[in-house]
C-alpha cells in the first residue's frame, strides 16, 4: 500500500526556521516524483514545487521559488519542506502528494498533512 | 498562469438529489494531438487530505463511486453527483495540468 506519512503540527515564531518532512513507503520513492501543496487557513489548493528523489531534480512553482526549499534524502525515503525564515503569511497546511505522471499532475496519494502556526 | 474559475462557491442539495460544480480555464486544456483534457478533480472533506476524482476530465480514479461523473473538453468542464449522499459533503477542487504552474480551482463546497 502506498503511504505517505507527514511529521506533526508545528507552531514557530516570525524569523524562525522550520523542515517538516513527508515519508513515503509501498513504492519505489527514489523512482517517483513528490510534490508539495499548501492550503491556507479557509483558502484553496497551491501547488507549490516538485522533487524527483533519485538526483533531487527540483521545480518549483515560480509563486513559491526562493521563498522555500524542497530537498529529499531518497535513503531514507523522506522528502522535506524547508523554511529559513518564516513570516506569519506562511501558517497553512502543507501536504505532500505523489503525481502520477513523472512530475506532473495528477497527485494520486496525499500526506495527512502538517499544519505549520507561525504567530509571535 | 492558467486560471480555474470554479462555480458555484458553494452549493446544498438534497440527499438523493443531483449536483453539479463547473469549472472554467483562461485557455484550453485540450492536447488535441491526442484528444485529451489536462484536467483533474478532487474531494477534500475536513480532517483528511485531498482526494483524486476523476483525471482526463472524465477518467474516474481507483475507487470512485459511478454515481460521480467527469465531463468536458477545451475550457469548460463539469463534476456531476448523481444520488447525493451525505459522505459527499465537502469541498470539489478542479485541477490544470496543461502547463506549469499546475493551478487548481478556488473550491466548490457542497453541503446538504
Known amino acids: 500500500e502506498v503511504q505517505l506519512v507527514q511529521s506533526g503540527a508545528e507552531v514557530k515564531k516570525p524569523g524562525e526556521s522550520l523542515k517538516i518532512s513527508c515519508k513515503g513507503s509501498?513504492?519505489?520513492?527514489?523512482?517517483?516524483?513528490i510534490a508539495w501543496v499548501r492550503q491556507m487557513p479557509g483558502k484553496g489548493l497551491e501547488w507549490m514545487g516538485v522533487?524527483?528523489?533519485?538526483?533531487?531534480?527540483?521545480r518549483y512553482s515560480p509563486s513559491f521559488q526562493g521563498r522555500v526549499t524542497i530537498s529529499a534524502d531518497k535513503s531514507i525515503s523522506t522528502a522535506y519542506l524547508q523554511w529559513t525564515s518564516l513570516k506569519a503569511s506562511d501558517t497553512a497546511m502543507y501536504y505532500c502528494?505523489?503525481?502520477?505522471?513523472?512530475?506532473?499532475?495528477?497527485?494520486?496519494?496525499w500526506g495527512q498533512g502538517t499544519l505549520v502556526t507561525v504567530s509571535s | 498562469d492558467i486560471v480555474m474559475t470554479q462555480s458555484p462557491d458553494s452549493l446544498a442539495v438534497s440527499l438523493g438529489e443531483r449536483a453539479t460544480i463547473n469549472c472554467k480555464s483562461s485557455?484550453?486544456?485540450?492536447?488535441?494531438?491526442?484528444?485529451?483534457?489536462?484536467l483533474a478533480w478532487y474531494q477534500h472533506k475536513p480532517g483528511q487530505p485531498p482526494k483524486l476524482l476523476f483525471y482526463?476530465?472524465?477518467t474516474r480514479a481507483s475507487g470512485v463511486p459511478d454515481r460521480f461523473s467527469g465531463s468536458g473538453s477545451g475550457t469548460d468542464f463539469s463534476l456531476t453527483i448523481y444520488n447525493l449522499q451525505a459522505e459527499d459533503v465537502a469541498v470539489y477542487y478542479c485541477?490544470?495540468?496543461?502547463?506549469?504552474?499546475?493551478?487548481f480551482g478556488q473550491g466548490t463546497k457542497m453541503e446538504i
Open positions: 502528494a505523489r503525481p502520477t505522471r513523472g512530475g506532473e499532475p495528477p497527485f494520486d496519494n
Open positions: 509501498g513504492f519505489s520513492f527514489a523512482n517517483q516524483w
Open positions: 522533487i524527483f528523489p533519485g538526483d533531487s531534480d527540483t
Open positions: 485557455q484550453t486544456l485540450l492536447h488535441s494531438s491526442i484528444d485529451k483534457n489536462y
Open positions: 482526463w476530465a472524465s
Open positions: 485541477q490544470q495540468y496543461y502547463t506549469s504552474p499546475w493551478t
